[in-house]
Structures are given as C-alpha cells and as structure tokens.
C-alpha cells in the first residue's frame, strides 16, 4: 500500500464547475499537507499548505484536511481553463515530502 | 527574486554513460531537494541536502548520488544509466525544512 493515495483521473468539467480532489494517506506521523499544481512540462508549484486539522481558504481554492480521518481535499471554485493541469497533494513527516500520484484536470470552455 | 534554476533542460545519453544534473537553488535557501519523475510514477524522493550535508536518502540505489556546494548549489549524479532512470528530474529548495518546496522546471533525462 502506497502512503499517499490519490485517483489519477483524468477529470474533466466545464467552465465554472467546482473541481473537488482528494488524497488518501496511512502515515499517521504526517503533519504537513500541501497542493501542488504542476502544468505540462513545468516544475510543481506550491498551491495550498496546511498543518491542521479544517479548512484553509486562498481566493477560488480551499483545501481541507481531516487527521483523524487520514483524508485532504482541494476545491477549486468557479474553474477556469487556466486550472487545467496536474494537482499533487504531498505530505510531509521526517524532512521528507511524499507525494500522490498527481489527478490530471481539463477544464473545457 | 530567480527561482529555483537546473541544467541542461534536456539530456539524452546512451545506456552504460553517466549524468550530471545541475540545481541552483533559490537565494537564501539552505536545502536542496531531488525527486525522480517518471511517467505513471508519481514524484520519488531521491535526496535531500543542507548545509551541505546529505541529511535523507530515498529508497534508490547507490549509483544516484549528489553533492552541495558551499555555494549551496547541487549536483546529481547517475552512474551506469539504464533505460528505467528516462524521467524529469527535479530541483527543489527551501529556507525552512517543515515549509513547502520551491520546484525548478526539471531536466528530462532520456537513456537510449
């Protein structure tokens, strides 16, 4: 079993659709959760960061982390064709982040 | 502010050869990280150095190793290519290890 789990997709939704992704994890000495954004060809850039339990709102985007449930979300409100790319989430424990396998999103106008 | 900069953008080797790939860090950031990005693989940590000491070693083997320079740039070394280590290599940096990473834009390796 992986440590961090998380449905590659593909999703695709039309303009104005709230995107919703999630990640799964077993580690439980994860404390850090992230969003990564990585589009075609790009390095990963960081979206979203977080180190408790709740909601954590940044303009369009909220991400959302339940430990006792070892379970993130990322919502994407109002999607744009400019959020088409690859979501990472990432986690960390140790110095260490390890990520999910990435959910490639389209989002068609 | 530059970013997170590595060299080449790509590289092309044949199978037995060696790699280097070059990773300058963001200024002021102490840590560098490298990750291994093969296609259906998600990203794999591969090392992590600060103050240029290698301080964690993912799960790979000895013939991918690096270094950080007193400059706090890094380099990346992959002796004895095989076709499995094709894949865009990663760059990240941070000032603080418990923040997130900082990503350069990768090299793509490609071992023919």
């Known amino acids: 079993q992986k440590e961090v789990e998380q449905d590659p997709g593909p999703l695709s939704v039309p303009e104005g659709a709230i995107v919703s992704l999630n990640c799964t994890y077993s580690n439980s000495a994860f404390q850090y959760f992230m969003w990564y954004r990585q589009y075609s060809r790009k390095g990963p850039e960081l979206l979203m960061y977080t180190y408790s339990s709740g909601n954590k709102e940044d303009g369009r985007f909220t991400a959302q982390v339940d430990k006792s449930s070892k379970y993130i979300s990322l919502f994407i409100r109002d999607s744009q064709p400019s959020d088409s790319a690859t979501y990472l989430c990432a986690m960390m424990s140790d110095y260490k982040l390890s990520f999910g396998a990435g959910t490639t999103v389209t989002v068609r106008a | 502010e530059a970013g997170v900069t590595q060299s080449p953008t790509h590289l092309i080797k044949t199978r037995g050869q060696q790699a280097t790939l070059r990773c300058s860090p963001i200024s002021g950031h102490t840590s560098v990280y490298w990750y291994q990005q093969a296609l259906g693989l998600g990203l794999q940590f591969l090392l992590w150095?600060?103050?240029?000491?290698?301080?964690n070693r993912g799960n790979f083997p000895p013939r991918i190793s690096g270094r950080q320079f007193p400059n706090y740039s890094s380099e990346l070394n992959v002796n004895a290519l095989e076709l499995e280590d094709s894949a865009l290599y990663l760059c990240a940096s941070s000032a603080t290890v418990n923040y997130g990473y900082t990503f350069g834009s990768g090299t793509r390796l490609t071992v023919v």
């Open positions: 150095y600060d103050e240029g000491e290698e301080r």
